[in-house]
């Protein structure tokens, strides 16, 4: 009863988290003093907002937090990495050159995380891997985090098929705080069927 309760309380704080780390990030971004100070503190914001999914993940499916602390990083690391594909796109370090492209950028297409999602299932179940199920959802978790705070500004972007509309401040600040949610519900749709197949995993 009293776990019950510890974990209701984690989730409810991990969930408010996110949500007020992904406003007060837009707060830096807009008053931000100049480029470089914007441009960090904004992938500070993505990194963190990657790491509190991951986190919540794992609080959802009632896993330690101290033994998944790798996978937690990975989410950071990973939602912080996304924004180097501006710099490859530009052929530069300097921060104006990768902040004023005239294209978004190739990890920025919504389309890759879920080809890289679908691969790493399907090799997954292949070869009857935990790992790789296991990182095909850090890689989904932390690119969709990352697209869903850069989609208030610019839309979500699913080439070759075209872009959204920007999406709603709320909607987006919304999405960001139940995307553990949905993650956590897809990812036991997937245990079930597979459960169901005979394929049960070490988990
Ligand atoms: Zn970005």
Redesign the pocket.
């Known amino acids: 009863m009293w776990r019950e309760g510890r974990e209701l309380w984690l989730r409810a704080l991990l969930t408010c988290t996110i949500g007020a780390c992904s406003i007060l990030g837009d707060f830096g971004l807009k008053y931000g003093k100049n480029e470089p100070e914007r441009a960090v503190f904004d992938n500070m914001t993505?990194a963190t907002v990657g790491g509190l999914t991951w986190t919540l993940i794992v609080v959802l499916s009632r896993k330690p937090l101290v033994r998944n602390l790798s996978s937690i990083f990975s989410c950071f690391l990973l939602a912080s990495f996304?924004?180097l594909d501006h710099f490859i796109a530009a052929r530069s370090w300097h921060i104006h050159d990768a902040t004023h492209l005239q294209k978004r950028p190739f990890l920025?297409c919504t389309t890759v995380p879920i080809a890289l999602w679908i691969f790493f299932i399907v090799l997954s179940n292949t070869f009857h891997s935990p790992i790789l199920e296991h990182t095909s959802w850090v890689i989904l978790a932390s690119f969709l985090s990352?697209h869903i705070r850069?989609g208030t500004r610019r839309g979500l972007w699913f080439c070759p098929f075209g872009s959204t509309r920007p999406i709603p401040y709320y909607l987006y600040v919304s999405l960001s705080m139940f995307l553990p949610y949905i993650l956590y519900w897809l990812m036991s749709l997937h245990t079930f069927a597979e459960k169901n197949n005979g394929n049960t995993l070490d988990k």
């Open positions: 993505h996304i924004d920025h990352h850069d």
